[in-house]
């Protein structure tokens, strides 16, 4: 599977947890980690699409990036950028706050992303393979023994 393939799968299958305005050119670089950690992105969102259906949340919450930054996987997750309501009959929009307390559903949310976080700290990038964080000149990344060797060489050749 290429990187658009799996993409487009992704925003086929999750339609849900994805802005439905995000234009072609936004879906390419909303998700841009590789193929190791494409299993934990899959798993992250059928997961985090069970939780918001199980909580009456589905379309209030959108995945608004998934990348790599120093080395770790980064998943950004943010309420809908407003949501219709009705208030005495009328419609109206509600432009949607951060409520003082974390809602049942954000609190499994965010377990859900440190766990799957916590995995990809574990996990090859490249393949999948268990790894770990690595440093080359100020460059992290999370790849297995192989990878890493393969990094070190193309950085040597430079
Ligand atoms: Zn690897």
Redesign the pocket.
Known sequence: MTHNEFVAHIRERYSDLFDPTNSDQDWQYLITVGP?WWPLIEEYCQRAEASLRDNGEVGRWYIRQVKEKMGELRIYLRPAPYERIEIDGFPEIVHDIDPPQPTPVQEALSDLRAEIVGRANLT??????P?GLRVIDGWYRT??????AEWQVRKAGR
């Not at 090859?124 to 393979?129: D, I, L, R």
């Not at 790849?143 to 890493?148: A, G, N, Q």
Request: charged content about 35%; overall charge negative.
């Open positions: 190791g090859c990038e490249e393949c999948g393979e790894g790849v297995c023994d192989r990878h890493f």
